[in-house]
């Protein structure tokens, strides 16, 4: 089976589009949280996710847009990008989101937003957090999302090592046990602003890191209109 995982789109639609347009045939589309916050066009994200059939778990800003998660702990720019999320959320959207469980298992993935023992707010941004949250999860392969950086840790022996997330060819994954981080669609953080999502081969046993450009002046242009905070805008050009 072929799926496309796609992580943290904070209604960032051109970015989703792009990414859509990019996709190879898959069998499913897997989303890991942060559908909406931060972007411009979180009821046109929504909808479109719910297009392509999209199995999605709950990210941070997903749930304090419909008041399930405490949104005491986002920084101001964050903070007010979800006061304009809440405020234009139509009710389907509310629907959905407020619908999203925190974690998925399937076969042999399981998915999360941050991290499997602690879904909506866990960051694994080392080798010791990743080797922490290997007995957390049951299935060899763990998706997750969270900290906008794609990378693969995989358990070797008892430490962790990491697999960098290479675009030149696909990563071939072995028995190993690993937790896949595919990046951000909506606002990548490693320093590329280009959209950045993974194809996953079940059958082939492959990971293809797959980076896409899209027209970030024109979502800068929307996040203008709304009022959205001015470095929430600055960073995608940035990719940080
Ligand atoms: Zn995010």
Do not use: K
Not at 26 to 54: C, F, K, T
Not at 109 to 134: C, F, K, M
Not at 195 to 207: E, I, P
């Amino acid at each position: 089976m072929r799926l496309a995982v796609l992580s943290d789109i904070h209604a960032n639609l051109a970015a989703l589009d792009a990414v859509v347009d990019d996709m190879p045939p898959v069998d499913e589309v897997w989303a890991l949280g942060d559908l909406v916050g931060y972007g411009p066009q979180p009821n046109e994200v929504i909808r479109r996710l719910v297009e392509l059939g999209a199995r999605a778990v709950m990210g941070n800003h997903d749930g304090a847009a419909v008041g399930v998660v405490d949104a005491s702990w986002f920084n101001p720019d964050a903070a007010t990008a979800i006061r304009w999320t809440a405020s234009v959320l139509d009710d389907d959207s509310r629907t959905y989101l407020s619908g999203l469980p925190q974690v998925r298992r399937d076969g042999d993935l399981t998915a999360v937003h941050g991290s499997p023992r602690e879904p909506i707010w866990e960051y694994i941004t080392d080798q010791r957090i990743a080797s922490e949250n290997l007995g957390s999860f049951e299935t060899r392969t763990c998706l997750f999302g969270h900290t906008h950086m794609p990378i693969i840790y995989r358990a070797d022996g008892d430490r962790m090592e990491v697999v960098p997330a290479d675009t030149a060819a696909p990563i071939a994954l072995d028995a190993r046990r690993a937790l896949i981080n595919p990046g951000s669609v909506g606002q990548p953080r490693d320093g590329n602003p280009d959209a950045s999502y993974v194809v996953l081969d079940t059958d082939a046993g492959t990971a293809e890191y797959r980076r896409v450009t899209y027209d970030v002046p024109a979502t800068q242009r929307l996040m203008r209109e709304r009022d959205l905070p001015r470095w929430l805008v600055d960073r995608l050009s940035q990719g940080r």
